[in-house]
């Protein structure tokens, strides 16, 4: 900035491409962090749905056997 108005406009232009630069660059990274969220996310639901539904059944077959259970 010492060297004139010239040249301090050339540094700030150089500055401005270089965190325009970084902007870009941790724009994407965020995208590609959300998607990985995303995915995880996604994954974790349905092994929680999985989880859920094998509950239920064990459930319904621990009914089933106290229900018979009290038969005999």
Do not use: C, F, T
């Not at 965020?30 to 995880?40: P, T």
């Not at 639901?45 to 018979?68: F, G, H, I, N, P």
């Amino acid at each position: 900035y010492r060297k004139g108005p010239m040249s301090s406009v050339y540094v700030m232009q150089k500055e401005n491409a270089q965190l325009q630069a970084q902007v870009a660059s941790h724009a994407h990274e965020i995208a590609e962090l959300k998607a990985s969220q995303a995915h995880e996310i996604a994954e974790l639901k349905a092994s929680q749905v999985r989880e859920m539904a094998e509950l239920k059944a064990d459930m319904e077959e621990m009914k089933r056997l106290l229900r018979a259970s009290k038969r005999r």
